[in-house]
Structure formats: C-alpha cells, structure tokens
C-alpha cells in the first residue's frame, strides 16, 4: 500500500446541518479504497458515526470497551466487530451498533468507506462512515461497552494532533491522536486520522504506515 497525503489542509465546516454530509460522500465516493490481501487475519468491521453534538455542530462516536472483554478490555474504540460468515462489512456495522450502543441504523445512513486495517492482532478492520440524525435510543450494552462518548469533529484538527512515537519493535511510528484530556492509539486512531484527511479534507492517504504501541499487538 502506498501513504501519500496531499491536498487541502484548511478545516472544513463541520455544522451538521450544513453540507458536511454530501461533502463527506462525495470525498469518500472519489477515494481509490483498498482492502487487505491477507487471507488469515480475521475480517471486522467498524462504525465512523457521525452525529449531531453541541451548539449543532458535528460530532463522532466513540467508546470505550468493557473491563470484562476478551480482547482489547478497557480500549477506547469505535462501534463494530468481527464480521460473521454470510455477512458483509456494513451489516456486520449495522448490527453491532444496535448491539453495543442500542441505536438503529439501516444502509441508506451509510456514506462509505476507508481503507481495511491490518491490526497486529490479527484482524483487518474496515471503517464504515454514517450519517445517524437519532440518538434518542443511544445506551452502552453492559459487558460490552463501558462508556460511550460523542467527540466533536474539531477535536481531530487540534494543533498538537497527530503525535507521533518513534519505539524500537518497529520501523513505523506510532500514532497517537489526542482527543479531549485522552490520546487515541491506532488502530482506532489510524481510522479517524484517514477519516479525517479523506472523509474531511479530500486528501489522499494511506493507513499501512501508521504502527499500534506495543501493549495492542496481542
């Protein structure tokens, strides 16, 4: 894969009953999206939701998984996972958001999609854009979830952010996104970071160069 990062920088409007929604279309619609040719890592899927937050502007969600989780306990995270056999990527999405964060979504709220992610724990993550206008059913699923919080779309263009942390397993930087008094690691951070510079900016960009820390590789 190649990560290239090239042209507009300015910070798009980001009102959410303003042209965001068909600007975030029509970037993700012109994006050359690539999928992983990894036959062994586990397929998921997960959900880039954007929604309506403070003073009308637009906002993302974002979690923070349950204590008593598996894998990844206690991470923060976006909505999704592991896509079932017979499913595709977007009704794995559609399915999970009903289950972790207790709101209704159907295809037609989909905008499109990134690029798949190969994580170091052996999965390839697809994030999947939406449009949700309803959040009045919006609750975290006990277990599963243990916070769910709406981050406005202005938290990604902070000047200090992205930072990034040279770490002697790897060749590749890791990538760290501050959000609010928090910073984000990838993958979840990978996937905001090109939903920001494509979704947003209409930039092209890559996501193979971006490594996890250490401590999410298994």
Known sequence: MEST??????V???TFA???KELIENNLSSHKRIDSTDE???KASVGIIVVEHEN?????VLTRRGKGLRNHSYQYALP???IDEGETREETVLREINEEIGINVSTDQILG???EYETRSGFSITPVVLWVNDLSSLHPEPGEVEEIFIINLDELFRPDSPKWVSIEESDKRVLQLPIRNRLIHAPTAALLLQF??????GNSMRTDHIEEPVWAWK
């Open 56 to 60: 009308g502007q637009a906002g993302f």
């Open 40 to 42: 062994t890592l586990r």
């Open 18 to 20: 303003g042209a965001l």
């Open 196 to 201: 920001k510079e494509v979704a947003l900016l």
């Open 5 to 10: 990062l090239s042209g507009t920088t300015g």
């Open 113 to 115: 999609c990134l690029d």
């Open 80 to 82: 999704g996972g592991r």
């Open 12 to 14: 798009p409007d980001t």
